[in-house]
T-cell receptor
Framework: AQRVTQPEKLLSVFKGAPVELKCNYSYSGSPELFWYVQYSRQRLQLLLRHISRESIKGFTADLNKGETSFHLKKPFAQEEDSAMYYCALSPRGYGQNFVFGPGTRLSVLP | DTGVSQNPRHKITKRGQNVTFRCDPISEHNRLYWYRQTLGQGPEFLTYFQNEAQLEKSRLLSDRFSAERPKGSFSTLEIQRTEQGDSAMYLC?????????????FGPGTRLTVT
């Protein structure tokens, strides 16, 4: 069965410091990987997906199939990045049966 | 269109009662999803519709749960004979469909408390 793990429940960094939110997955096929973000009092929203290979709000994520990881990175954290971040996997590549990780709360300190 | 809407936003019910939640997706979206989220966890997939057809249900979804999307527009999620373990946030999402990894747009959720 597919599974997504995010080892850190809470990650605190100072403004301007690099950020790495870890995500590991287990799935035997070729997954689609996503990062979703939820800012305070807002809805869950897509941050980025691996197939797009894009950088959103300075965040990037690379799919490493050998290590089954999809870590989210940003070189210089901003206070407005403080939010809950969820890594998610779609096993069939068409977004039907999403599996979300437990989430990591990022707190960027001034 | 203001996005995905869900009603009610909060529901308190006594154990054993039935509850029904409604989700109105973004109008042109073909796909509609239901998730359940408990404290400290990510959203857990419950079921998924492509237009009016329910194409997938989680094995974790007990027989007390049923979902419909009768005209391919809004959807309802009913929980019969509620139990305290059903207390959670129920999220609805919709997507345009038709491609790999299409973006899901989430609603604000319905928070269910079973006393």
């Amino acid at each position: 069965a597919q599974r997504v793990t995010q080892p850190e429940k809470l990650l605190s960094v100072f403004k301007g410091a690099p950020v790495e939110l870890k995500c590991n997955y287990s799935y035997s096929g070729s997954p689609e990987l996503f990062w979703y973000v939820q800012y305070s009092r807002q809805r869950l929203q897509l941050l980025l997906r691996h197939i797009s290979r894009e950088s959103i709000k300075g965040f990037t994520a690379d799919l490493n199939k050998g290590e089954t990881s999809f870590h989210l990175k940003k070189p210089f954290a901003q206070e407005e990045d403080s939010a809950m971040y969820y890594c998610a996997l779609s096993p069939r590549g068409y977004g039907q049966n999403f599996v979300f990780g437990p989430g990591t709360r990022l707190s960027v300190l001034p | 269109d203001t996005g995905v809407s869900q009603n009610p936003r909060h529901k308190i019910t006594k154990r054993g009662q039935n509850v029904t939640f409604r989700c109105d997706p973004i109008s042109e979206h073909n796909r509609l999803y239901w998730y359940r989220q408990t404290l400290g966890q990510g959203p857990e997939f419950l079921t998924y519709f492509q237009n009016e057809a329910q194409l997938e249900k989680s094995r974790l979804l007990s027989d007390r749960f049923s979902a419909e999307r009768p005209k391919g527009s809004f959807s309802t999620l009913e929980i019969q004979r509620t139990e305290q373990g059903d207390s959670a946030m129920y999220l609805c999402a919709s997507s345009l469909g038709g491609g790999a990894g299409d973006e899901q747009y989430f609603g604000p959720g319905t928070r269910l408390t079973v006393t």
